[in-house]
């Protein structure tokens, strides 16, 4: 079945330090690929996604690029803020159901 | 506009108790899901409903079941509770298919603790 493997933390970064969050998925088929934020004590919110090979999504400085050849969905952003500090989770669909990783915890120092 | 609402928010059951958990989206959205999120598991699909008027088992269903009462409204019931139950619970709906890369839109989940 399908699946998502992400790196799970938590991780600590100083403010405008460069953040990659790593995500491989294993699926067949063309699935969608998202990832989502969740902020303490609230629930998940879209963050960005893709639906095809090598598009590209972006929000709020963030970007993420689907590689099929690597199955691959890495979250990137040049320079984090505090307010970036929450729990990022990885996720998949190639049907009518989302597949979830286990999530990573995000602290910004200022 | 309210987006997808849970309730209640808190909740605190003893082993063998029953509840049912609500949640009701305004957004017209066909597909309803309820997920739970333990810390290191991430979020685990319990039941969903593609459709008014169907239901289907996610990853983990025993000791839960659903209604789809309508279009609006999609409840999570335990008829006896345990600890193993004890976790957040997150409802969340979709317009369309997510595997079409329709996103869910989640409620801000309902925090369950069973003694």
């Known amino acids: 079945g399908n699946s998502v493997t992400q790196m799970e933390g938590p991780v600590t970064l100083s403010e405008e330090a460069f953040l990659t969050i790593n995500c491989t998925y294993t699926a067949t088929g063309y699935p969608s690929l998202f990832w989502y934020v969740q902020y303490p004590g609230e629930g998940l919110q879209l963050l960005l996604k893709?639906?095809?090979?090598?598009d590209k999504g972006s929000n709020k400085g963030f970007e993420a690029t689907y590689r099929k050849e690597t199955t691959s969905f890495h979250l990137e952003k040049g320079s984090v803020q505090v307010s970036d500090s929450a729990v990022y989770f990885c996720a998949l669909s190639g049907s009518e159901k989302l597949v979830f990783g286990k999530g990573m915890k995000l602290t910004v120092n200022p | 506009n309210a987006g997808v609402t849970q309730t209640p928010k808190f909740q605190v059951l003893k082993t063998g108790q029953s509840m049912t958990l609500q949640c009701a989206q305004d957004?017209?959205?066909?597909?309803m899901y309820w997920y739970r999120q333990d810390p290191g598991m991430g979020l685990r699909l319990i039941y969903y409903s593609a459709s008014e008027g169907t239901t289907d088992k996610g990853e983990v269903p025993n000791g839960y079941n659903v209604s789809r009462l309508n279009k609006r409204e999609f409840s999570l019931r335990l008829e006896s509770a345990a600890p193993s139950q004890t976790s957040v619970y997150f409802c969340a709906s979709s317009d369309l298919n997510p595997g079409l890369g329709s996103p869910l839109h989640f409620g801000n989940g309902t925090r369950l603790t069973v003694t």
């Open positions: 893709a639906t095809k090979a090598d």
């Open positions: 957004m017209n959205h066909n597909s």
